[in-house]
């Protein structure tokens, strides 16, 4: 977990987004240039860096005890602690969740949201998660969803009022994602299902800091084809949304249990259970319907796949810059043992000694490299979108295939 005192520095991080990224070339492009400067990253840090160090650092401890708890029922199955519910509110309220997660006019660059949510996964590891799920599901929606689809569900997923999650494992698929088991069902209305399945390890499946879960559910149809495939993807509120994006009953999604995973027992990895009364419906994500048993939405799902890869890498990397600004803190202070070239004079602090120097900086060379690695990643994602040419855009998005896998694999090892 990450440690109870904020100690977290942002000179190294300045360094790397406003000396070495590079920045400047994204910013130039028609996507940014009448939105920001460089010097507008420092907003955005300074209120980050304040909320991490008075509000989620300080919540951090009840990640651990008490944590979430699973109480069942259909309202709010699982419980946070009243501190997340304050880091939660004042996160959305200083946008720095979800928010990031936009895609349009005006959009912010994602390479800025690196170091935020760095500092956020320094601060805590289990807290964070609430809304990076979110964000991931907005990536889709924005990339795949129609237009109506958009207008209903994105507003309150991006204002945090109602939360994302990834609806991909179940009990039998796992890595094997063609194994999944879940079914959908067409209704009498054009892209409405109704479906019926188990997922499991589900990344804030259910909260009581939103009102609503919005979960992007992999099923198949009838006549789906064996493995990926058939695979089709599908939007399942938790609470049904109405046309004018009124909440309405509950839509037969039941949380089973939550995980208890070792140093984020704050975080909701939920156990979900569709449609065990038979009355779970959702929409299939986009225009396109089944043809010839195949679907698209692993497809869909991997632009959420790709996006928390990347972020894996990035909640690594926030505990690696907690754990070594720890260690500094404590080298400075602990006194022990004579110097080596001074073996009769006083004790020393222990950062005097070689070999305690040499772990501090090996430390700190992974630090810098993870996060040079997960910050020029991020500014890849943006120039596949956003740089000049179809040429240049597409070297960006290879460079970014290239990386992402080392960022999640090399980071979190």
């Known amino acids: 977990m990450a440690h109870s005192n904020w100690l977290y520095q942002t000179r190294d991080i300045m360094f790397q987004i406003k000396e070495w990224l590079g920045v400047e070339k994204l910013l130039a492009l028609d996507a940014y240039k009448d939105y920001y400067g460089m010097d507008d990253i420092d907003s955005f840090l300074d209120v980050n860096f304040k909320v991490c160090r008075d509000v989620m650092c300080p919540a951090n401890k009840d990640a651990d005890e008490p944590g979430a708890k699973f109480v069942g029922g259909n309202e709010h199955a699982v419980t946070t602690p009243d501190s997340f519910k304050n880091v939660y509110k004042t996160i959305m309220d200083a ?5 990031f997660g936009y895609r349009g006019e005006g ?8 170091p935020i949510l760095e500092m956020q996964s320094a601060a805590s590891p289990s807290i964070v998660m609430f809304w990076c799920l ?4 907005i990536t889709v929606l924005q990339e795949f969803a129609t237009q109506k689809q958009q207008d209903l569900f994105i507003p309150k997923l991006r204002t945090g009022e109602w939360g994302g999650t990834m609806g991909l494992t179940e009990p039998g698929a796992g890595s094997e994602v063609g194994a999944v088991q879940s079914k959908a069902f067409p209704t009498d209305t054009p892209g409405k299902y109704k479906l019926t399945g188990t997922k499991c390890f589900i ?30 993807l599908f939007i399942v509120p938790k609470f049904w949304v109405n046309e004018d994006g009124s909440l309405g009953a509950w839509n037969d999604v039941t949380t089973m249990g939550i995980e208890h995973k070792l140093g984020i ?16 419906y959702g929409w299939m994500v986009g225009e ?17 796949m790709n996006e928390e890869r990347l972020n894996t890498g990035l909640f690594s990397l926030g505990c690696i810059g907690s754990a070594y600004y720890a260690a500094l803190d404590y080298a400075k202070l602990r006194v022990q043992s004579k110097h080596s070239t001074n073996p009769k004079g006083p004790s020393v602090r222990i950062i005097e000694h070689e070999d305690v120097r040499r772990m501090l900086l090996s430390q700190k060379a992974v630090l810098e490299a ?12 943006d120039l596949a979108v956003d740089a000049a040419t179809p040429e240049e855009r597409e070297y960006y998005d290879d460079m970014f295939a290239i990386n992402n896998p080392m960022c999640k694999a090399y980071t979190s090892d």
């Not at 959009?107 to 690196?114: D, V």
């Not at 149809?221 to 089709?232: C, F, Q, R, V, Y």
Request: hydrophobic fraction near 35%; glycine fraction near 12%; include cysteine.
């Open 203 to 232: 990344s804030s499946g259910d909260h009581d800091l939103a009102e609503n879960i919005i979960h992007l559910m992999l099923a198949k149809t009838p006549g789906a084809k064996e493995g990926t495939a058939g695979i089709s």
């Open 265 to 280: 027992h704050g975080s909701t990895t939920a156990t979900l259970a569709m449609g065990e009364n038979d009355n779970c």
């Open 107 to 114: 959009k912010i660059p994602l390479c800025w949201y690196a």
């Open 95 to 99: 946008e720095l969740g979800p928010q």
């Open 288 to 304: 396109a319907e089944v043809k010839d048993g195949r679907g698209i939405g692993m497809k869909q799902m991997f632009a959420y």
């Open 134 to 137: 979110t964000q991931g599901a």
């Open 370 to 381: 993870c996060r040079a690695l997960i910050y020029k990643s991020y500014l890849y994602r």
